[in-house]
């Protein structure tokens, strides 16, 4: 067998057909790793590009596109919704924003589900019907939920998905009603629900699809592959994504050394992760000495409720991509957030909250001078606009209301005016001069 699973700690290995979410000896994360070198890389660029205009369902997918880097046989049935293929954006008025002269933004909120979790869920879900797993699952800020709802459903497998009661956006929750899963709704947050989840996946009740599962990651690394393959496999200087249970941050770091490691690409990106303010373990952990240990955040915080994590489980493989690539781990306030979010609405892009803390954390990193103006610079999106609309009703009529009570400034609101039916009512409105 070309991979195996090895744990990133004690380094023991694994079969591919192991049904293990951590290592079965010390409990460290597990990596999918290949054992020999992929021959002949530089023709894949070719060949990658050359699916782009097939019609087979594999080349369709953003994801499988790029098989030869997956942990699977080439005539693998996969479970896909032709995910992937997101676009890359200039967006100049972020850009300013960041007082920087070009900005790029890489939409994972344009995949089928509207989150960066169909490339990780296409694979995960793929290899549960591999393994002839009979029920799926898994704990949700609500994304991973909606994905996994949808794949469950592709693949006609029954599938139960775990949220904290109250605080998932109701644009999330509909969409996993829809798509028919068994939706559980606990008391307690995303971290209790992590926990419950472990414990019923530990008896094989469940096949377990959260990011702990390496082949989620696998999925998700492929994006690496395609920001790459877009940038004509110039990598930029930095690459900034959010930072919630660490899954993703974890992905691009090995979708990175990987095209490394094959030549495609000759250096990574600085990988920076942003946090919330009020959830930010990760970002207390690199701000401590070599020496200091990993503290969950018991009561995390924060109106972006698809980060509002306080023990996310793949720190260490997302510490090892932050560290390797000369990156960082930063914070942002809600109104930092929220600004953000709506200057990247006003370049016709729009995101969910979470997605935002990447352009307010580079605005922050320029003023700084961690980021210079003459460095390429690309933020990860990573949810559609239309999945929270509540918070953005709320900015745009400055009754936004963070969590410790402070009442957030619409600074960029835009709220809807009352005029009456009539063409000479409507013309004034339209020639009023705001700015006056
Ligand atoms: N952005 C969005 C829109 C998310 O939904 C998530 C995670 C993240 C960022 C953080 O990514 O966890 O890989 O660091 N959402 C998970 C969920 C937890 O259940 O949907 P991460």
Redesign the pocket.
């Known amino acids: 067998m070309t991979y195996i699973q090895r744990c990133i700690a004690c380094r023991a290995e694994f079969d591919l057909e192991a049904r293990l979410y951590v290592c079965s000896r010390c409990g460290g994360l597990l990596d999918i790793d290949r054992r020999e070198e992929i021959a002949g890389a530089f023709s894949l660029r070719e060949l990658w590009r050359e699916r782009k205009s097939s019609l087979d369902a594999r080349d369709r997918s953003g994801v499988w596109r790029f098989r030869e880097l997956l942990p699977f046989a080439d005539d693998i049935d996969i479970v896909s919704l032709a995910e992937g293929n997101t676009p890359l954006y200039d967006a100049p008025r972020s850009a300013d924003y960041c007082r920087l002269p070009q900005l790029k933004l890489k939409h994972q909120g344009c995949n089928p589900t509207g989150?960066f979790?169909d490339t990780g869920m296409t694979v995960a879900v793929t290899q549960a019907r591999q393994l002839g797993a009979r029920f799926v699952a898994c704990a949700?800020?609500?994304?991973?939920?909606a994905s996994l709802a949808a794949y469950a459903a592709r693949a006609d497998l029954p599938c139960a998905i775990i949220v904290p009661g109250g605080q998932v956006s109701h644009a999330k929750l509909a969409q996993a009603l829809d798509y028919g899963a068994k939706v559980l709704e606990i008391e307690g947050n995303?971290d209790v629900c992590m926990n419950v989840i472990r414990e019923l996946s530990e008896d094989g009740s469940v096949y377990l699809v959260n990011?702990i599962n390496p082949f989620r990651i696998e999925g998700q690394k492929t994006v690496a592959f395609e920001l790459a393959e877009q940038l004509e496999w110039r990598v930029p200087d930095h690459l900034v994504l959010?930072?919630?249970?660490?899954?993703?941050?974890s992905a691009f770091g090995k979708g990175f050394r990987e095209l490394l490691q094959s030549g495609l690409i000759d250096r990574m990106p600085r990988i920076t992760v942003v946090q919330a303010v009020g959830a930010a373990p990760f970002a207390r952990f690199a701000a401590g000495d070599e020496h200091n240990a990993f503290v969950n955040e018991e009561h995390p915080k924060t109106l972006a409720s698809?980060?509002k994590?306080g023990a996310?489980v793949s720190w260490p493989k997302a510490w090892r991509a932050v560290s390797e690539t000369g990156g960082s781990v930063i914070t942002v306030t809600e109104q930092e957030i929220a600004d953000a979010k709506a200057v990247i609405g006003r370049d016709g892009i729009g995101c969910?909250p979470?997605?935002a803390t990447t352009v307010a954390g580079i605005r922050k990193l320029v003023s700084d001078g961690v980021i210079k103006e003459n460095e390429s610079v690309v933020a990860v999106l990573?949810?559609h606009l239309l999945k929270d609309t509540d918070y953005v009703m709320k900015y745009h009529s400055d009754t936004l209301v963070a969590p410790d009570g402070a009442r957030i400034t619409g600074t960029f609101g835009n709220t809807p005016i009352k005029v009456a039916a009539s063409r000479d009512a409507i013309k004034k409105l339209l020639t009023t001069d705001d700015t006056e």
Do not use: H, Q, R
Request: proline share 7%.
């Open positions: 989150s979790k949700s800020t609500g994304n991973t939920a995303f990011s959010p930072g919630g249970n660490l899954g993703n941050s698809a980060i994590i996310p969910e979470a997605s990573t949810g």
